[in-house]
């Protein structure tokens, strides 16, 4: 098979290939807001279409490309290993890459004052972690429920979804996970009345939730801790998005000097290349799971220790410290704040300007003036969810900036950068939602209209089974 070849004379296919055999669904919405691109190079913080236009991604696939697409290190990694022919997934036998690459996280850790965290499970990804974390955490406490903050995100798989608190993805899917409910974030009180019942395995939160951006501004997660310790419950960190750099700092709980129990990482650790999760804990946690000789395998993951995954995790973890890439998550947010904060001043579209690191969240809200409100009133009397599609809309088909509308029905437009961005990308980004916030002006106008082009494609396409 010439894989070069078929690529080659079959690429332009790809939006009705994925139309007729995976998600039909997801294809009719991309044709409609503009994102039916045919991508066929991609480098760093920049994808390239078939007509050789350049766009800025400022979406990361969801995180993924901390360290940019196609990164020629990380390739030469992976290159080195296949060129090796190691054995891999014996299964039977335990690998030298997976056990270099938890010694790296574990040393990762430590630097950052968690040398709690000594023990690590590797997995393939995100919702993995999560799930083979409610499993610790009621293990090791033989306790039933998990608690975890509403708005809250945590994977889509049925452990994951259960104590993840958005109902868009929970229609549907029902019956959850018993003992999986939801505190306010914030509401301390709330949060000790579940804990003082003495049943609750684990907190869980994200130290940044990725659906819209939201994180506490006191000192909510320190006593939330505190309270966890008091009774006994433990303390889960969800680092999947938030975790290796993305925030600033090697890890979200690092911002509140945390000292979380379980932390899940996954996202970034992949390099861009091949999923990776993982699962860093207590070593007595771990042995509470692992607890007999004939119980050495009771959580497994069949691709979860692959020498690729974890030649890739060792190959991230090396870049992001060598190229001081935590660091300029943390000023390049600084930056994009400034700019972001400059802009709410002239443009009252503006409500909030969330940013942690290059964890970015532009909420909107309606206008003071009488033609502004008109506009907003108008475009969410249609829809509730358009107004922001119709921002990272324009954003793709004017200024070929990949962004993403944060959560169903938010007025929030999120962005992630990949976090090797420089004042080149930030100045673009920030000139270009200028000049969107300018044409938000002209109502009605072009960028209105598309909202109205929006509804009326939607209403005109069902959705084929």
Known sequence: MDIKKII???????????????????????????????????????????EGNRYLDFLGGFGVFAVGRNNPKVKKVIEEVLDLDLPNMVQMDSALLS??????????????????????????????????????????????????????????????????ANPYFHEGFGPFLPGCEHVVMGDLNG??????????AAFLFEPVQGK?????????????????????????????????????????FEHWNLEPDIVTLAKALSGGYVPCGAIATRREIYQRVFNRLDRCIVHSSTFGRNNLACACGLATLSILEENN?????????EKIETALIGLQKKYDWIKEVRVKGLMIAIEFGEPKSITGKMAWKTIHSMDKGLFPQLVVSTLMSEHRILSQVAANNLDIVKCLPPLIIGDEEINYFITSLEAVLEELKKFPGPLWNLGTN????MKSQKTDG
Not at 133 to 142: L, S
Not at 191 to 199: F, I, P, Q, T
Request: aromatic fraction near 10%; hydrophobic fraction near 35%.
């Open 8 to 50: 080659e004379s079959r690429m332009g296919e790809n939006y009705s290939l994925h139309y007729q055999y995976i998600n039909r669904t997801l294809v009719q919405v991309q044709r409609i807001i503009g994102f039916d691109k045919i991508y066929t190079r991609a480098q760093g913080a920049y994808l390239f279409d078939k």
């Open 191 to 200: 949060l000790e009345h579940e804990l003082k019942k003495g049943d609750v």
């Open 212 to 252: 819209g951006i939201y994180f506490p501004r006191d000192n909510y997660f320190e006593e939330a801790q505190k309270l966890c310790r008091k009774y006994g419950t433990l303390l889960i960190s969800d680092e999947v998005q938030t975790g290796l750099g993305r925030t600033g700092k090697w890890f979200g």
């Open 325 to 333: 890439l935590i660091e300029n998550s943390k000023n390049c947010g």
């Open 99 to 164: 056990g270099l690459l938890a010694e790296a996280l574990v040393k990762r850790f430590e630097a950052c004052g968690a040398s709690h965290l000594n023990a690590i499970f590797i997995c393939n990804s995100g919702t993995e972690a999560i799930e083979g974390a409610i499993k610790f955490a009621r293990a090791a406490t033989r306790r039933p429920r998990i608690l975890s903050l509403t708005n809250s995100f945590h994977g889509l798989s049925m452990g994951s979804l259960s104590v993840s």
């Open 454 to 457: 929006f509804l009326k494609a």
